[in-house]
């Protein structure tokens, strides 16, 4: 009877031991999260002039994100903001401020592990024109050939009456060979960079053909300032040595009397394969417009646009 109780008691202290091993409140601490590695290829641009839109390549690697955050700060401020993005890798970025540079970064998250942040991408909200804009023949008399961006209280196409307004223009007063670009090296005017209304066409610098393999400024994200050439940068565009299926873009900064510059981007579209569409004195170019109303503010100022000086306005001369 002895040896019985003995072994009655061993056994509830066994059942006891094992019942305290499988406690449930028990939870086992996995330990530190690992951090996913950093993103890349952070680029932006302007959706309206409160508006930027941000992409990024994901982070590679073993770790999946559980999301991604983005810091925002205005150039110079003390302060930033940090936005969720979820597990998206574009993004936009509201309630900003005409006229002002922002900066932004973005770092991936596994729960409470944060990488490293990606390079600082600078920016500027920038005016999107609700339309396309077609520009006409030299040979049209109905519609206008130009388009006037800055210095009219919107974009408008203009006729060459009002060519002096204008800050790009299609050329096409010489058979098969169809220009866009600066009015003033375009066969509107004479020599000394008059309209026939007598007054002086403006100074618009082009970028080199930024954007061969796009159709609308939508698909356009940068990293880089949108600079104009240092010296001879007024010039027409032959749209005939275009080649490929889309159309493209490219960047204007158009010089005020103070000798600051305002900057718009343009795409010309491709529609049927032709960027010239129409035919005759019905033939047209089509143009979508970003563009900045703020003085000496590109979209993006990665580049630091100290480096823009006065060696921008050199003397006109005829390419």
């Given at each position: 009877?002895?040896?019985?109780?003995?072994?009655?008691?061993?056994?509830?202290?066994?059942?006891?031991?094992?019942?305290?091993?499988?406690?449930?409140?028990?939870?086992?601490?996995?330990?530190?999260?690992?951090?996913?590695?950093?993103?890349?290829?952070?680029?932006?641009?302007?959706?309206?002039?409160?508006?930027?839109?941000?992409?990024?390549?994901?982070?590679?690697?073993?770790?999946?994100p559980t999301g991604y955050k983005i810091i925002v700060r205005e150039k110079g401020?003390?302060?930033?903001?940090?936005?969720?993005?979820?597990?998206?890798?574009?993004?936009?970025?509201?309630?900003?401020?005409?006229?002002?540079?922002?900066?932004?970064?973005?770092?991936?998250?596994?729960?409470?592990?944060?990488?490293?942040?990606?390079?600082?991408?600078?920016?500027?909200?920038?005016?999107?024109?609700?339309?396309?804009?077609?520009?006409?023949?030299?040979?049209?008399?109905?519609?206008?050939?130009?388009?006037?961006?800055?210095?009219?209280?919107?974009?408008?196409?203009?006729?060459?009456?009002?060519?002096?307004?204008?800050?790009?223009?299609?050329?096409?007063?010489?058979?098969?060979?169809?220009?866009?670009?600066?009015?003033?090296?375009?066969?509107?005017?004479?020599?000394?960079?008059?309209?026939?209304?007598?007054?002086?066409?403006?100074?618009?610098?082009?970028?080199?053909?930024?954007?061969?393999?796009?159709?609308?400024?939508?698909?356009?994200?940068?990293?880089?300032?949108?600079?104009?050439?240092?010296?001879?940068?007024?010039?027409?565009?032959?749209?005939?040595?275009?080649?490929?299926?889309?159309?493209?873009?490219?960047?204007?900064?158009?010089?005020?009397?103070?000798?600051?510059?305002?900057?718009?981007?343009?795409?010309?579209?491709?529609?049927?394969?032709?960027?010239?569409?129409?035919?005759?004195?019905?033939?047209?170019?089509?143009?979508?417009?970003?563009?900045?109303?703020?003085?000496?503010?590109?979209?993006?100022?990665?580049?630091?646009?100290?480096?823009?000086?006065?060696?921008?306005?050199?003397?006109?001369?005829?390419?």
């Open positions: 009877m002895k040896h019985l109780l003995k072994l009655n008691i061993v056994v509830l202290a066994l059942t006891a031991l094992v019942m305290v091993g499988c406690n449930t409140n028990d939870v086992v601490d996995p330990g530190p999260k690992t951090a996913p590695n950093v993103p890349t290829d952070l680029m932006a641009k302007s959706i309206s002039e409160t508006k930027i839109g941000l992409k990024w390549t994901a982070s590679t690697g073993t770790v999946i401020a003390a302060s930033s903001q940090t936005l969720d993005a979820g597990t998206s890798t574009v993004t936009e970025i509201s309630s900003l401020t005409e006229g002002k540079i922002y900066e932004f970064s973005v770092y991936a998250v596994n729960d409470t592990a944060k990488s490293t942040a990606t390079g600082i991408v600078q920016w500027a909200p920038a005016r999107r024109a609700t339309s396309t804009f077609k520009l006409y023949s030299s040979n049209n008399s109905t519609n206008g050939s130009g388009l006037a961006i800055f210095g009219v209280t919107s974009p408008s196409v203009l006729k060459v009456s009002q060519g002096d307004l204008w800050d790009i223009c299609f050329d096409d007063k010489t058979a098969g060979d169809p220009l866009l670009g600066s009015p003033g090296q375009s066969r509107y005017v004479d020599g000394s960079y008059k309209f026939p209304n007598g007054k002086d066409a403006k100074v618009v610098y082009l970028s080199a053909l930024q954007y061969p393999t796009v159709n609308s400024i939508d698909e356009i994200y940068e990293t880089a300032a949108l600079m104009i050439p240092a010296s001879n940068g007024e010039k027409m565009l032959k749209l005939s040595t275009v080649t490929g299926t889309t159309g493209f873009g490219f960047v204007i900064g158009s010089k005020n009397s103070d000798n600051s510059v305002n900057f718009a981007k343009v795409v010309v579209k491709r529609v049927g394969g032709n960027l010239v569409q129409g035919t005759g004195a019905d033939s047209f170019v089509e143009c979508e417009v970003s563009y900045q109303t703020f003085k000496d503010v590109p979209y993006a100022l990665r580049a630091a646009f100290e480096n823009y000086n006065a060696s921008v306005h050199a003397p006109r001369g005829k390419f």
